[in-house]
């Protein structure tokens, strides 16, 4: 077995409401709370970036479980907004939490979907016995230009995913990944804030390859998605993961605990895990989560989660559910 020993999620306190946003562009709230579907986003402090808020998550995932980081053999930290151009976030938070040397670290970038091609590289590691436990982490301070329609939803959040092949509380059952050379988000090094495609986003790169990633899924597992009891999508606004999902034939209560942007926007890189840690937090043994991430550029990772019987005993461990850091 390969899945989710343990998880962990930081969500920083601070929220601005989208209303004020347009307020300050002198535009009515309705122009863009009707076309984003949120009221407001989390923002990091003065004090966070994507590193404390990665330390944050990979806290809350140890406070969890029996594991330490003294046991981790590798840990990858996925992001678009590493506080260093050359020097690793990965290490930085290897050191604070004292995972000690003898590990396997890097920084992965992929717009959103870093963190999950990180959960796969894990899983090759873990299925080939080449290592035990490795952490996953996805954290971002999601960069957005200033009066651009990304400033209304670019978030900050994080969320670790410790991965291992014993007392797995989430089996990985399969994954598969669908990638192409499609740039509809981009930023060039020295650039502060990244550039879009605009209407381009949408068929040709977010729905285009989260659907084919899910397709592939489907066909390789057998599955449809009726058998199935939850599903996450990655989550730019609140339209796309309720269209993607009626595209594909996914039911609203089958979305709906996963829907985190709802509340605190896209948190980049920890979108989709966000989702999934939201979903975990209720699911029952035996229950199956079908799980797809995108990341411009494009690409997307699909996973099939078969939730286990060590769920029951490992939530009365947990510190604190998603549901709690949204609402504080």
């Given at each position: 077995?390969?899945?989710?020993?343990?998880?962990?999620?930081?969500?920083?306190?601070?929220?601005?409401?989208?209303?004020?946003?347009?307020?300050?562009?002198?535009?009515?709230?309705?122009?863009?709370?009707?076309?984003?579907?949120?009221?407001?986003?989390?923002?990091?402090?003065?004090?966070?970036?994507?590193?404390t808020i990665a330390l944050e998550s990979a806290l809350q995932c140890f406070?969890?479980?029996?594991?330490?980081?003294?046991?981790?053999?590798?840990?990858?930290?996925?992001?678009?907004?590493?506080?260093?151009?050359?020097?690793?976030?990965?290490?930085?938070?290897?050191?604070?939490?004292?995972?000690?040397?003898?590990?396997?670290?890097?920084?992965?970038?992929?717009?959103?979907?870093?963190?999950?091609?990180g959960m796969e590289a894990l899983a090759g590691l873990i299925e080939s016995k080449h290592i035990a436990l490795g952490l996953a982490i996805g954290a971002d301070t999601a960069q957005s230009k200033p009066h651009?329609?990304?400033?209304?939803?670019?978030?900050?959040?994080?969320?670790?995913?410790?991965?291992?092949?014993?007392?797995?509380?989430?089996?990985?059952?399969?994954?598969?990944?669908?990638?192409?050379?499609t740039p509809d988000f981009w930023r060039r090094d020295g650039i502060v804030y990244p550039s879009h495609a605009g209407r381009f986003t949408g068929e040709p790169a977010y729905f285009a390859h989260v659907m084919g990633a899910a397709q592939l899924l489907m066909k390789k597992t057998n599955i449809m998605p009726e058998t199935v009891d939850y599903c996450v999508f990655h989550m730019p606004n609140g339209k796309f993961p309720r269209d993607v999902a009626r595209r594909l034939a996914f039911t609203s209560e089958q979305l709906a605990p996963s829907l985190i942007v709802d509340h605190i926007g896209n948190p980049y890189s920890a979108s989709s895990l966000m989702g999934l840690a939201a979903v975990l937090d209720i699911a029952k043994p035996g229950q199956t989560i079908f799980m797809v991430s995108y990341g411009s550029g494009a690409g997307s990772d699909a996973f099939l989660w078969k939730v286990t019987d060590q769920i029951t005993s490992y939530r009365r461990k947990k510190r604190q559910t998603v549901a709690e850091q949204m609402a504080k």
């Open positions: 077995m390969v899945g989710i020993v343990s998880y962990g999620t930081y969500i920083p306190e601070f929220r601005l409401r989208v209303r004020d946003i347009a307020g300050a562009w002198h535009k009515e709230p309705q122009e863009v709370t009707g076309s984003l579907g949120l009221t407001e986003k989390s923002v990091p402090a003065a004090d966070e970036d994507a590193a406070q969890s479980s029996k594991k330490t980081p003294s046991d981790v053999e590798a840990l990858f930290v996925g992001s678009e907004s590493h506080p260093y151009a050359v020097n690793p976030t990965s290490t930085i938070v290897g050191e604070l939490l004292g995972v000690g040397r003898n590990y396997l670290a890097a920084d992965l970038e992929f717009a959103c979907k870093a963190a999950t091609a651009d329609s990304l400033e209304y939803t670019s978030a900050a959040a994080g969320v670790a995913v410790l991965m291992g092949g014993k007392n797995c509380i989430a089996a990985l059952d399969s994954y598969t990944s669908y990638s192409s050379d």
